[in-house]
């Protein structure tokens, strides 16, 4: 069975960073499509960052020049770096993967930007 498992969130303040981490059980490589979405309270689940195996990297408006998405194969983990942090980031982080029509999920990590 395949599992996502995020760690790095916490609480941080405006301007600060963190860094997220999505380990997977199994090979990155059986993926083609992993990213992180966010879930504020009251809203939606939203796409923050993807990466396609192909390299291709896609960011929300919202986190463009802040965020960077990447993907360490060797330790079959994808990263979240996220930069100048402000309180609107501040939500539930999900990593997600999807293999041929099956979509996994982590159980969420929390970050909290506030000073």
């Known amino acids: 069975q395949v599992q996502l498992v995020e760690s790095g969130g916490g609480l941080v303040q405006p301007g600060g960073s963190l860094r997220l981490s999505c380990a997977t059980s199994g090979s990155i490589f059986s993926f083609y499509f992993m990213g992180w979405y966010r879930q504020a309270p009251g809203k939606l689940r939203e796409l923050v960052a993807g990466?396609?195996?192909?390299?291709?990297?896609t960011y929300a408006d919202s986190v463009k020049g802040r965020f960077t998405i990447s993907r360490d194969s060797s330790k079959n983990t994808v990263y979240l770096q996220m930069n100048s942090l402000k309180p609107e980031d501040t939500a539930v982080y999900y990593c997600?993967?999807?293999?041929?029509?099956?979509?996994?999920w982590g159980q969420g990590t929390q970050v909290t930007v506030s000073s």
């Open positions: 990466t396609a195996g192909s390299g291709i990297t």
């Open positions: 997600h993967g999807r293999s041929g029509l099956a979509n996994y």
